[in-house]
Nanobody, 113 residues
Framework: QVQLVESGGGLVQPGGSLRLSCAASGSIFSRYAMGWYRQAPGKQRERVAS???????NYTDSVKGRFTIFRGSAKKTGYLQMNSLKPEDTAVYYCHVPFLGYWGQGTQVTVTS
C-alpha cells in the first residue's frame, strides 16, 4: 500500500509563505491525479488544489493566484506552494489521491500575527 506523508506546515505571519510536501512511497503522481485539501476547526474538509496525471491544475477560488500545486520531476512528491497567506488559510492540510483513496496524515498550517 502506498503511503503519503505530508510535511512543511507551521506557524507563519499573514503575508508569509510556506511550501507543503507530500511524499509518496512510489511514483504514483505520474499515473494518478492528486489534490491538496484542508480542514479548519468546525468546518468541512475542502479541496484547495488538484493536479491531474497530465499536469492540469485546478484551484478553489479563494487561493487562486496565491497557491501553486506541482509535482517533483520523479513524480514521487507533490507540493503546494502557498504565498500571501491569510489567517483564513489556517487549517490542517492533507494530500489525497482520489482514485486510490489514499490520504496523508495531515500537516497543520497556522497563519497569525
Amino acid at each position: 500500500q502506498v503511503q503519503l506523508v505530508e510535511s512543511g506546515g507551521g506557524l507563519v505571519q499573514p503575508g508569509g509563505s510556506l511550501r507543503l510536501s507530500c511524499a509518496a512511497s512510489g511514483s504514483i503522481f505520474s499515473r494518478y491525479a492528486m489534490g491538496w485539501y484542508r480542514q479548519a476547526p468546525g468546518k468541512q474538509r475542502e479541496r484547495v488544489a488538484s493536479i491531474t496525471s497530465a499536469g492540469i491544475t485546478n484551484y478553489t477560488d479563494s487561493v487562486k493566484g496565491r497557491f501553486t500545486i506541482f509535482r517533483g520531476s520523479a513524480k514521487k512528491t507533490g507540493y503546494l506552494q502557498m504565498n500571501s497567506l491569510k489567517p483564513e488559510d489556517t487549517a490542517v492540510y492533507y494530500c489525497h489521491v482520489p482514485f486510490l483513496g489514499y490520504w496523508g496524515q495531515g500537516t497543520q498550517v497556522t497563519v497569525t500575527s
